[in-house]
């Protein structure tokens, strides 16, 4: 007769082996040691075979008749149960060591070779702090849909929404990468195209006269990272992009002869910018360069051979109280005032911004045009922050 859990839970070891039969097949083996085990007995190439399913309680009667039926469907096909389960088991931890973060680390060396080392630090940062926590261990083949979209919905919850909409899409190219590498079978962040919607553009906002003289008695008082006092000090005064600063390099400045002059790759628009330096901005880099080791300005505090995070400027700000304003309104708090001055030819300003000349024949200039008086504006510029600031 067909065995039952009561009958299961009754058995009672004696001193050899004791087989229970359930039918085609199955038996339950009870050991002197009172362990119970499932056994599946079949022919196979007129050879009798034992299978062994698992350990009773931990798989059921039911599940035990279960694997008992797809074992007899593999011995029907002649094949043995026990090899089919070895090449799943194999297929299995191969599919383990083909996690996302695996892949997606192979992606970003091989695919993102060409790009630049800030771009490629962008994407792994972005990996490391979002995705990798919630997918890096998983197998390409066992993440879904809903699983990359929690993780874009939480980027977009904490205001990262521009963040989320790249981040998805690089996802996207680590799951192609995958398929066409054999590791993966589609992408489920394709699907979620749209799904996060971008808000509106909050363009940058310049600081008033009395909004900039607080900024800068906020930094006065900051008790920070010298380094994050002396980024703070030079962002307003030099209004370069925060990641032209951010990434700068000892080799690309001449402080005796107050010049920055950043390589092209490291320009938004790929092209050699140069920054006078007013004697303020020479005296913070002196100091800066006495407490800096390496060749960054603004080696991370976690990895030095990295610079300072996208944040770690933003979050200064939000410490000094001045919510709501971002590293990029001093571009144009600069430009507002340079203009309201009435001093200074609007090609002088807008180079020394490094913006798109949108005539292309005029856009062909000498990255030293119009130098002297680019320097002229920017000791004027310095002086004038001195002036705001020496009101507090």
């Known amino acids: 007769m067909p065995l039952t859990d009561v009958k299961i839970r009754q058995a009672k070891p004696g001193s050899s082996p004791i087989k229970m039969a359930d039918g085609a097949g199955l038996h339950l083996e009870v050991r002197p040691n009172g362990s119970k085990l499932w056994r599946y007995r079949y022919r196979l190439d007129g050879k009798e075979n034992t299978f ?74 972005a990996f490391v702090n979002d995705v ?38 690089w996802i996207s190219a680590v799951f192609r990468f995958g398929v066409a590498t054999l590791r993966a079978d589609a992408d489920p962040a394709a699907a979620l195209k749209g799904a996060i919607q971008r808000k509106a553009i909050n363009h940058s906002q310049p600081m008033s006269r009395e909004q900039l003289r607080e900024y800068l008695a906020a930094v006065d008082r900051y008790k920070g990272h010298r380094g994050t006092v002396i980024a703070l000090k030079l962002l307003p005064m030099l209004f370069t992009r925060t990641g032209e600063l951010r990434c700068a390099r000892w080799s ?55 610079p300072i995070s996208p944040t770690t400027l933003n979050r200064a700000l939000e410490y000094l109280d001045m ?51 680019r320097r002229a504006m920017m000791v004027a510029w310095a002086e004038w922050l001195v002036e705001v600031g020496a009101r507090n």
Request: proline share 4%; aromatic share 6%; hydrophobic share 40%.
């Open 323 to 373: 919510r709501g304003w971002h590293c990029h309104d001093f571009r144009a708090t600069a430009s507002t005032h340079l203009y309201e001055m009435g001093r200074w030819r609007s090609e002088v300003i807008e180079l020394q911004l490094a913006h798109v000349e949108r005539n292309k024949v005029r856009a062909a200039y000498n990255h030293a045009q119009y130098l002297e008086e």
């Open 52 to 125: 062994a399913i698992g350990a009773y309680p931990d798989v059921s009667l039911a599940d035990a008749r279960a694997e008992r039926d797809v074992a007899r469907e593999h011995v029907r096909a002649g094949r043995h149960p026990s090899h089919v389960r070895q090449t799943e088991k194999a297929t299995q931890l191969a599919e383990n060591r083909n996690t996302f973060k695996v892949v997606a680390e192979e992606w970003i060396e091989d695919r993102l070779g060409q790009r630049s080392q800030t771009y490629r630090d962008q994407c792994r940062r």
């Open 132 to 169: 990798y926590p919630a997918i890096g261990r998983m197998p390409m083949r066992e993440i879904t849909a809903a699983q990359v979209l929690a993780i874009l919905r939480k980027m977009d919850g904490r205001g990262a929404t521009t963040l989320a909409l790249q981040v998805r899409q």
């Open 252 to 306: 690309e400045f001449d402080l005796d002869g107050a010049m920055w002059e950043i390589p092209a790759e490291r320009m938004k628009m790929r092209r050699k910018h140069l920054v006078p330096l007013p004697d303020q901005a020479v005296e913070l880099l002196r100091e800066l360069r006495k407490v800096t080791a390496g060749e960054l300005l603004f080696p991370g505090l976690r990895d030095p051979a990295r």
